[in-house]
């Protein structure tokens, strides 16, 4: 059986319980030993990190500053020779000083992806290389992706997920020639190193915007092509089932929270979008919907349906008293209160996404 994670407070907490349970001999020392070596302490952020990170990031943007405010003195040579100087130095002590000094090794690699991405836009002014700035981002997330993997590093990936994010947008929205294939072979390798980082929650949570991102972007590329009339109404209906497949997609355990809550974020706007488009049926068939959802115990389906509530709320204004209006709302909410809290003290069990 694979160790927990647990931060380093439940795991004082546990040992405080233990060694009070090992006291009154209800367990054995080694019993109380075999449970705390069932459990590993997550590292988490701390002093020495945080100062390393912020340390690595005025460095690298001092060095970025001074190249840049003495670019023009030096030659083409000088620059690309500094470049790659800068790279490869910060990255080589990085390298050599991961054993002795692993959180200092750390943030001088972090300096060396910022020195990469920024040689990449240096580079190419120099040489007036004509590539779109996306293109450029999209270089910048293959050097960092390879970096983060051997370094296991999620800030890393965190950071690659970003730069995928404007190359994505970008390659869309400035540069509107052609879909950004590349991220179609970046997607399933974020997935696969998800997988060996074992699922955290923030880049689990950063990915799977990207992919929907990814969906949305491609939906909107190719639907106007095919479909002429109401095309948005479209694409609105395929990322609302998109979102109601997230909800109960077979995911693992660790995917599934995250997953499911951002398919009822996905589902729950498109469907605010569509009643828009649609007459009162789909409104009242999403509302029975979102009843069913509530039933089983989820905490988001009663934020949407407040939200869709308020959406009709605010045309209540032309045709109803402004304080029969307030009362209603205010009744329909506190119900919704009660509700979930009746559903609590049955038990914390029902209570899902």
């Known amino acids: 059986m694979s160790k927990k994670e647990i931060t380093k407070k439940q795991f004082v907490f546990l040992e405080h319980e233990l060694k009070y349970l090992e006291t009154g001999g209800i367990i054995s020392k080694k019993d109380q030993e075999k449970i705390l070596n069932s459990y590993d302490v997550r590292v988490g952020l701390n002093f020495i990190t945080i100062l390393l990170a912020i340390g690595a990031l005025l460095l690298g943007l001092g060095i970025l500053t001074f190249v840049a405010s003495n670019w023009i003195y030096i030659s083409k040579g000088g620059k690309l020779l500094i470049i790659i100087a800068c790279l490869i130095g910060v990255n080589f002590t990085g390298v050599k000083w991961q054993t002795r000094f692993p959180k200092t090794a750390r943030s001088l690699h972090y300096v060396g992806i910022l020195i990469f991405g920024a040689g990449i836009f240096l580079i190419e002014q120099m040489f007036n290389i004509s590539i779109n700035f996306n293109s450029s981002f999209l270089l910048w997330a293959i050097g960092a992706i390879f970096i983060g993997h051997y370094l296991k590093d999620i800030a890393i990936l965190l950071f690659t997920s970003v730069l995928l994010f404007i190359y994505l947008n970008g390659s869309i929205f400035l540069d509107e020639t052609s879909y950004p294939l590349a991220i179609l072979v970046f997607l399933p390798a974020l997935y696969v190193l998800l997988k060996k980082f074992d699922y955290p929650k923030l880049l689990t949570f ?42 109960y997609i077979p995911v693992p355990s660790k995917l599934q929270r995250t997953t499911h809550i951002q398919g009822h974020l996905l589902h729950g706007i498109t469907a ?6 649609f007459s009162l049926w789909f409104p009242l068939a999403y509302f029975i919907f979102l009843l069913y959802l509530i039933h089983k115990g989820s905490l988001t389906s009663i934020v949407i349906i407040c939200a869709l509530i308020f959406r009709y709320y605010l045309d209540s204004f032309d045709f109803l008293p402004k304080s029969l209006t307030f009362i209603i709302g205010g009744m329909i909410l506190i119900g919704f209160g009660f509700f979930f809290e009746k559903q609590r003290k049955k038990g914390g069990d029902r209570i899902e996404e």
């Open 206 to 247: 950063l990915i799977n915007v990207l992919a929907i991102n990814t969906i949305a972007l491609f939906l909107i590329e190719f639907i106007p092509k095919f479909i002429f009339h109401k095309s948005d109404t479209v694409i609105l209906a395929t990322l609302f089932i998109l979102g109601i497949v997230l909800v």
């Open 272 to 277: 605010i979008f569509l009643t828009f488009e």
